[in-house]
């Protein structure tokens, strides 16, 4: 048996937007996702996330099933637009308490709650009122996240202020494919920043009043490795990890941006959006760094710029296919990627507990004649990635815990219901949830906290 660390946590990963629905429920205001998945062309099949998995009102059966996984925790996110609808002032009572109603169910059932206190569903008034571009947006997040924590504080133990800050930016404000569909380069590095101040301001507020909170940040860092040995790709996989990994990790854990990235960035914006002692806040002491792993990269110098849309100042790089295994989502499968990542994050970056807080593959599940669904491939990459995540704690690493991304099939932002990549299989038009058989599986690794050798 290839066994885990005593007390590994075992767990799945969701998000108020992909799963909740409920959209106008007991107070809930428009948040950027609503606003953009009801602007026609930017959703596959035009399909908002309405209903999505309509677990703001399936919860209770979602808990029940959660706890026969025999998963230690479930994370989620909160909608700020559901606690605090118009994005500042008074919480609304009927939308924290739903997140307590869940807190309450999940604990019935055994499952410890991860809250992930931003998963990209910003209320569009402050959208309005500039977006993460504002300086003013990081405190509005602050005091949403200090809020929602002290209503929620006595029942869960482990906090995420953001989840992926470098999705939100250069998604969000620089490629224009996510929410709020904004294609300016400028705009997205201020929001970087505005973002990792917001979690800072979070962290140090949350720690002033609970300093026994566990408090961390969840990122998407990826291998990036030069498609060739040459002076042009190296230094091509240089700007591509410095706006992929450096400019988040830094300046989190060293309270500094490195300077290679803002020299590469010096022809996009100035530095001004860097006031007083912002630095110093962003690096609010971590309890744990969560990590979002789904595939490598391999780049060149090149004329691509699709890449320059989104790696904003990085100059003509391009990715390179690699010929490996890809996911109905197009991404490779290279599950020694992430041993790779773990081990230079835990080396470039020691002292913080890691967690992988997503990991999964999207396939085409289907709906067996006998109402079950096989996947194993989906059981294969979750088998071939933890032992990835095993040879890193071997080798050092301080991992303690995988969450599988996802519970269910869900609403995968510009993909809608299209992709499935869940544990569970989610039939629509009934709302059925029918376990897959890689929720078997990933039950038993869980029960045993080990792999079969
Ligand atoms: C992310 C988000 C999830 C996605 C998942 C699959 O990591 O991008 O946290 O919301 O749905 O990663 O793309």
């Not at 066994?3 to 959209?23: K, L, R």
């Not at 929620?152 to 939100?168: A, F, G, I």
């Not at 590469?264 to 912002?278: E, F, K, N, P, T």
Request: aromatic residues 12%; proline residues 6%; charged residues 25%.
């Amino acid at each position: 048996m290839i066994e885990f660390p005593d007390n590994f946590a075992w767990g799945v990963a969701t998000a108020s937007y992909q799963v909740e629905g409920a959209v106008d429920a007991d107070g809930r205001r428009p948040s950027i996702w609503d606003t953009f998945s009801h602007t026609p062309g930017k959703i596959v099949a035009d399909e908002p996330g309405d209903i999505a998995n309509d677990h703001y009102h399936r919860y209770a059966e979602d808990a029940r099933l959660l706890g026969s996984l025999n998963l230690g925790y479930y994370r989620f996110s909160v909608a700020w637009p559901r606690v605090q609808p118009d994005g500042r002032g008074p919480i609304n009572p009927a939308g924290l308490d739903f997140y307590k109603r869940l807190i309450d169910a999940l604990l019935e059932n055994g499952v410890q709650p991860w809250v992930t206190l931003y998963h990209w569903d910003l209320p569009q008034v402050l959208e309005d009122a500039g977006g993460w571009p504002a300086r003013d947006t990081a405190y509005r997040f602050a005091d949403y996240a200090v809020a929602t924590f002290e209503g929620l504080q006595d029942r869960v133990r482990h906090w995420t202020t953001l989840n992926e800050p470098w999705c939100s930016a250069f998604l969000g404000y620089a490629a224009g494919t996510h929410a709020p569909g904004v294609t300016d380069p400028a705009a997205s590095i201020r929001a970087v920043h505005h973002l990792l101040l917001g979690h800072g301001l979070a962290a140090r507020a949350i720690r002033a009043s609970h300093p026994d909170a566990e408090v961390g940040i969840t990122l998407n860092p990826q291998p990036i490795q030069p498609a060739t040995d040459s002076d042009a790709d190296r230094d091509a996989a240089r700007r591509i990890d410095g706006l992929r990994n450096r400019l988040f990790l830094d300046p989190l854990y060293y309270g500094k941006y490195p300077a290679d990235v803002l020299d590469d960035l010096a022809g996009v914006v100035d530095d001004s959006y860097i006031q007083g002692d912002d630095e110093k806040t962003i690096a609010a002491p971590l309890d744990f760094l969560g990590i979002n792993y789904y595939s490598p990269a391999v780049v060149r110098q090149g004329a691509d710029s699709v890449s320059d849309a989104v790696y904003v100042g990085s100059g003509d790089v391009e990715s390179v296919a690699q010929g490996l295994p890809v996911s109905d989502m197009g991404w490779e499968i290279a599950p020694d990627s992430l041993h790779e990542l773990l081990v230079r994050l835990y080396r470039d970056y020691p002292g913080v507990p890691l967690y992988v807080t997503e990991n999964g593959i999207a396939l085409q599940d289907r709906l067996g004649a006998d109402g079950t669904v096989e996947d194993p491939e989906r059981i294969a990459y979750l088998d071939g990635h933890l032992r990835a995540v095993h040879r890193a704690i071997a080798d050092g690493v301080d991992l303690r815990g995988y969450f599988v991304w996802t519970f269910a099939d869900n609403w995968e932002w510009s993909f809608g219901t299209s992709k499935r990549f869940g544990l569970v299989y989610l039939d629509y038009p009934t709302q059925r949830r029918i376990p897959k058989s890689s929720a078997r599986w990933f039950a038993d690794v869980a029960r045993r906290n080990a792999l079969d050798t």
